[in-house]
């Protein structure tokens, strides 16, 4: 966010816990990326907070998360002290999530970090809910590479063996005809939290229906050899379509242009470990064991 637009952000998390009896009298910003993510004190409360234009549905995530909680999925959950809904406040949308202190001294090992993403998967199976397709995101990014006004700095080279490389990657998910299910979406170690009650995942406002394989290319090669019954096949062609994809776009996703604040076009560069740096939403970082 930009300055003035954050320190409103700020105002208006502290102004809602004040009105919902919580007492705060300081707010530690964990993230600023599309929406500001505060720690709220000496209440300890997570506030997220949107600005109303935001892409994504704040509701669905926060009721999404709401379910998951109540099947003992491995979530962060919403603060139990405030009503599980979002909160207006001068022009944007906040909902309270509890704060879980990160475990800094151990390292998460990749079969534990496989099972709670299987667990994950498991709940997710159960709800049924309207998101995207995982496809629409590469379409998404597709658009983006063939438009020169988006991308005015990608040389055509360049942007031929996107385009290639891209719709190479549709038609090889589509025609393997794995099954589909709810996904979270962007299951990468920034989105994971190691805690005290085992690893947590946050940030479900990019959740999309596919094949879990689409979840597991986010994820460390590690984690993802220890996810049970994945087609590893297609996991690294995801990974590695994304990564070469990625390593051409790197240039132009970090410069101020728009595809540089395109969040479909951020979302995705990040399976090639390249998108634009992000910190963890809820801690100051994830760690995972090599």
């Known amino acids: ?17 004040a009105e919902l009896d919580l007492a705060v009298d300081d707010a530690i910003v964990l993230s600023d990326s599309n929406r500001l993510v505060i720690r709220l004190t000496p209440c300890d409360i997570v506030a997220r907070v949107t600005p109303m234009t935001h892409f994504a549905s704040v509701e669905r995530e926060v009721e999404l998360v709401r379910r998951l909680a109540q099947m003992d999925s491995p979530v962060a959950a919403l603060e139990p002290r405030v009503e599980p809904r979002v909160f207006v406040h001068d022009g944007f949308k906040i909902a309270m999530w509890a704060y879980f202190e990160p475990v800094q001294s151990r390292m998460l090992p990749p079969a534990e970090y496989a099972q709670a993403l299987a667990r994950l998967h498991a709940g997710l199976r159960r709800i049924e809910v309207t998101t995207p397709h995982f496809m629409d995101r590469v379409a998404a990014t597709q658009r983006d590479v063939a438009s020169r006004d988006v991308t005015p700095d990608l040389a055509d080279t360049d942007r031929a063996l996107l385009a290639n490389t891209l719709r190479d990657l549709g038609r090889s998910i589509v025609n393997r005809r794995a099954p589909e299910q709810l996904l979270h979406g962007e299951p990468h170690p920034g989105n994971i939290l190691n805690t005290k009650n085992g690893p947590l995942f946050i940030d479900f406002e990019n959740t999309a229906h596919g094949p879990v394989e689409y979840d597991l290319a986010w994820v460390p090669s590690e984690v993802s050899q220890h996810y049970p019954d994945a087609d590893q096949d297609l996991v690294g062609e995801c990974r590695g379509s994304y990564s070469r994809s990625s390593h051409r776009i790197a240039g132009v996703a970090t410069t101020n242009t728009p595809a ?17 740096g992000r910190r963890s939403t809820m801690s100051s970082g994830s760690a995972v064991a090599p």
């Open 1 to 17: 966010m930009e300055a003035a637009e954050a320190r409103r952000a700020v105002a208006a998390a502290m102004s809602t816990a």
């Open 260 to 276: 540089a604040e395109n969040r479909e076009w951020r979302s995705f560069t990040f399976c090639g470990r390249v998108r634009r």
